[in-house]
């Protein structure tokens, strides 16, 4: 996966978390909780698409 795809995935996953924020008003933007999840999110990216790439034995060390 080169730069652009994982950029592309991230952007892909904010997106549906907004609109189901959007839909829920669990959270208002710009608050730190809004933040914070955008960040984890990011994060799960990242690790998903390690192992997609790696398999399950990716090393997740640089990422967690």
Do not use: H, P
């Amino acid at each position: 996966m080169n730069k652009g795809e994982l950029e592309y995935a991230t952007r892909i996953a904010l997106n549906n978390f907004d609109k189901w924020n959007d839909c829920t008003g669990v959270l208002n933007k710009g608050e730190s909780y809004y933040y914070e999840i955008q960040g984890v999110i990011q994060e799960a990216v990242k690790i998903g698409s390690k192992i997609a790439c790696e398999g399950i034995n990716a090393d997740l060390t640089k990422i967690i």
